[in-house]
């Protein structure tokens, strides 16, 4: 079964350093989406993305954040300069359309800890 | 903006039926989404409901209320393998903004 894939699973970087989180969706989905989860909280959507271009962002999703498609697989989510309160796990997401009926299917998420 | 309740923590044993409710004040509302979550693993979809009613999925099933946005997991027979987080979304046109989540442990 086609699944999303992220590197790396955890990756820990020193506050002020650039990090590029990257995701693999599943190849025939056309949307793109990524979401945050501070432990023991809950899941919080950052940014939508398709047909190149941002769809929809939240307010977390500031000038820090940086998504793009660098080539026909990859998807990234890159962090410009880490703040401490940026360590959490970030899901890469994607579905094979818009359309409401139809889930999301998430990546199994990259740990980011930030020191 | 966006809001959802729903419990924080629900017990049941093997076998039992469990509703987790889920009550949500929004715009731009589109449906309710059930997601599923293994000790911090990937969320898992699990159902969809855009018009008001029962959507069944072989043991659960999911009711939606747009009147009392209010709506409902409902989880039969209830397996040790049932225990985990299940979070209710509410769709937006492109977003998925999720509940708390409830915390499901089921027992023998």
């Known amino acids: 079964e086609p699944e999303v894939t992220q590197t790396p699973s955890h990756q820990v970087t020193q506050m002020g350093q650039e990090v590029i989180l990257r995701c693999v969706p599943i190849?025939?989905?056309?949307?793109f989406y990524w979401y945050r989860q501070i432990l023991g909280q809950k899941v919080e959507f950052l940014v939508s993305?398709?047909?190149?271009?941002?769809?929809?962002k939240s307010e977390i999703f500031d000038d820090q954040f940086s998504v793009e498609r660098p080539d026909g697989s990859n998807f990234t989510l890159k962090i410009r300069s880490t703040k401490l309160e940026d360590s959490a796990m970030y899901f890469c997401?994607?579905?094979?359309?818009?359309?409401?009926?139809?889930?999301?299917?998430f990546g199994p998420g990259t740990r980011l800890t930030v020191t | 903006g966006q809001s959802l309740e729903q419990p924080s923590e629900v017990t049941a044993v093997e076998g039992a039926i469990v509703q987790i409710n889920c009550t949500y004040q929004?715009?731009?509302?589109?449906?309710l989404s059930w997601y599923q979550q293994h000790d911090g693993g990937a969320p898992t979809f699990l159902s969809y409901?855009?018009?008001?009613g029962l959507e069944e999925t072989g043991r659960f099933s999911s009711f939606l209320s747009r009147s009392d946005s209010y709506g409902y997991l409902l989880l039969q027979e209830l397996q040790m393998k049932d225990s985990a987080s299940y979070f209710c979304?509410?769709?937006?046109?492109?977003?998925?903004?999720f509940g708390k989540g409830t915390m499901l442990l089921v027992s023998p």
């Open positions: 409901n855009g018009l008001d």
């Open positions: 979304a509410v769709r937006g046109y492109s977003t998925l903004t």
């Open positions: 190849s025939n989905h056309l949307y």
């Open positions: 997401a994607s579905s094979e359309q818009r359309g409401v009926r139809v889930g999301q299917y």
């Open positions: 929004t715009s731009g509302f589109y449906g």
């Open positions: 993305f398709y047909n190149n271009e941002i769809s929809e």
